[in-house]
């Protein structure tokens, strides 16, 4: 994965307004490559829209490399509104094909001559490694194949001098997420998405008729699909290339399926990846599973190999916005190139897109195979870098079945319970807490109802199997109130503390639960019974607690607004010039409007942090008008629901109606709740489960470290700020941060953090809309880790 060390080349700061348009005379090619991966669309229409915005020419190649070679109407160039309407769309719309041709040094000629006749010196590739490897053997041959052409007088002196080099940026369009770094690569999180889909109809199934499914995922080389699939459905079993099982595994496998049916589960989930393979590297097929449970066991054994459907549908929010972002750099870096700027691809390092050297990346991806060959497989897993491992882990730990004999002396309670509003991902979370307190020799205890049940001392302690089932499920099922600790009284808060001799204490939700821990913490010097470790797991739609980059629940949130947008669109496919004014959650933070906006190919999106008056509106409504002239169909805006008092949803609708007669008509949605609603995406799944994970393990090192003899019982005290933490995901790191800490980052008012990070991405939202902006270059050069 790509890590935030610098490179051997320098990047601008900022894309200033005067170099918007140095650019000027120059030509881009884009291609995609190599097997389809949704969220390509996005990338090529970023790749337009920024090339066009700061004076590229830029060039469709349709049919990838084969129609780089055969040139004539396969290479067109590209317009602003030639990209209007694909950033929804599954596939690519330029076309990609294998190609024979290429890879002899004729065809490389040919393809050169096309792409020089049209002053096209620049490429950006959107593909695999295998993809992005050819394109850098075509840079590197480029002079010599100029030189051959211009003795053939093929080109001509000027033409070659113009075109004397060729500058090559990646983009990894992969729905395995087999390349070494990035830490995502464009399609992958939509591919989980529709193995989800599937897993959780099966689900259904297999409980009503007690059966086990066999479900095989794409992933040859790379196991990485099973493994979050695994991670995000609770699987039973699973097999990945990376880590085979032990010797034995049919013993394994059958004893911990038949243990789960005796303990009361009625279906088996057994995940495999298609390259699943032994010890000795023989395949693993998913028939011979089945064989195996269906003949020891005698389950209803049944098989489901998913195949090309994790290839298909409309991308996920989270693709769109990857491919927006990584399109738009890839324009930057080539701005940027001079003619001994070594090939770069554009990876996603935390949340930020950075430029890595292309053939280290392929180079890391090759020794991952080399390895796999040779049965190195712990290699295998450390050179796919700390998330695959983290995963892995996780996986491992909650993959138990029964809790391990545990020789520590001493068994203490862990309060776990719901802050704040319902969203995905909190069941998740909750099952993973309860499964590793268990495993660590812990009991714990779920809350109903947050600080109102705990008063009403509405506890019940939690077995393994209380929580089956629960890692898919949306909502909240330990219920969620918003109702905070100071305002219950913190006297009546304590005492349940004492009752339940409460060890430590698992708040997950939104800013309500960041804000009852602070006051629990700031109140221990008055009441020893909060001197306990606690940690708030953050889980809100708005994605807007301090201390973190992400919330549970923000993406399955923001897929359901960018799913809802586009079918408002769709809604309008038989009437010409129509703008829908859609109003989304998020208290005072924009995040929800703004991810949205980009993901749906908004024409704005207006937010609190963010402050906009009646000439910005008017302006808004004339750009769009001139756009409606120029060929667009239809427009959406995005408005967050507390941007600003005076300009309300239906201010803004009626502006639009008004300023729009005979140009385009206007409709407004509220999405409300439905924003809330929904069984929780991939991301939510899986980050629910590895917070919650790390959280336990947190505190269960400070109970073990500050617990004491009191009274003929063990009691856990400790008051230091590092005891009462948030866990936050920031950059590429998961944090503790002493809520103490985080409170002078906070905005109480608004209920905001005071820096947030997705602000850079505005510029981008209005630059893809085609207005005048001015972008701050993500990309710092990175090597891998």
Known sequence: MASAVLGDLTSTSALAAGNLRQAQGKSIGVFTSGGDSQGMNAAVRAVVRMGIHVGFRVYY???????????????????????????????????????????????????????????????????????????????????????ELEKKGEITAEQSKNCSHLNIVGMVGSIDNDFCGTDMTIGCDTALHRIMESVDAITTTAQSHQRTFVMEVMG??????????????????LFIPEWPPEADWEDHMCRRLSELRSAGSRLGIVIMAEGAIDQKGSAITSNRVKEIISTRLGHDTRVTVLGHVQRGGNPSAFDRVLGCRMGAEAVLALLEAKPDTPACVVSLDGNQAVRVNLMECVERTQQVAAAMKKGNFENCVSLRGRSFRNNLEIYKILSHVKPPNNPQQHVFNIGIM?????????????????????????????????????????????????????????????????TQPAKLGLPQIASKFKEFNLSALIIIGGFEAYDSV??????????????????????????????????????????????????????????????????????????????????????????????????????????????????????????????????TTDFIYQLYCEEGKGIFSARKNVLGHMQQGGCPSPFDRNLGTKLAAKSVAFLAEKMHNNYKEEGGRVVVECNEEDTACLIGLNRRTVQFSPVTHIKSQTDFQHRLPREQWWLKLRPLLRILAKHESVYEVEGTEASIE
């Open 61 to 147: 190649i349709h049919e990838g490399y084969q129609g780089m070679v055969d040139g004539a109407d396969n290479i067109k160039e590209a317009t602003w509104t030639s990209v209007s309407g694909i950033i929804q769309q599954g596939g690519t719309v330029i076309g990609s094909a294998r190609c024979q041709d290429f890879r002899e040094r004729a065809g490389r000629l040919k393809a050169a001559a096309n792409l020089v006749k049209l002053g096209i010196s620049n490429l950006v590739v959107i593909g695999g490694d295998g993809s992005l490897t050819g394109a850098n053997c075509f840079r590197q041959e480029w002079a010599g194949l100029l030189e």
């Open 518 to 647: 602070l006051q629990l913490a700031e109140a221990r010097p008055q009441y020893k019974e909060f001197c306990i470790p606690m940690v708030v797991i953050p889980c809100t739609i708005s994605n807007n607690v301090p201390g973190t980059e992400f919330s549970l629940g923000t993406d399955t949130a923001l897929n359901a607004i960018t799913d809802i947008c586009d079918r408002i669109k769709q809604s309008a496919s038989g009437t010409k010039r129509r703008v829908f004014v859609v109003e989304t959650m998020g208290g005072y933070c924009g995040y929800l409007a703004t991810l949205a906006g980009l993901a749906g190919g908004a024409d704005a999106a207006y937010i609190f942090e963010e402050r906009f008056g009646m000439r910005d509106l008017q302006t808004d409504v004339e750009h769009l008008a001139k756009k409606m002239v120029e060929g667009v169909e239809r427009g959406l805006i995005l408005r967050n629901e507390k941007c600003n008092e005076n300009y």
């Open 418 to 482: 719901n802050v704040g509003a319902p969203a995905a991902g909190m069941n998740a979370a909750v099952r993973s807490a309860v499964r590793t307190a268990i495993l660590n020799g812990h009991q714990p205890y779920a809350i109903y109802e947050g600080f109102e049940g705990l008063a009403e001392g509405r506890l019940k302690k939690l077995n393994w199997m209380d929580v089956g089932g629960w890692v898919g499920s949306g909502g909240a099922k330990l219920g969620a109130k918003r």
């Open 220 to 237: 040859r080389h790379c196991g990485y699909l099973a493994l979050v699939t695994a991670l995000a459905c609770g699987a039973d079993w």
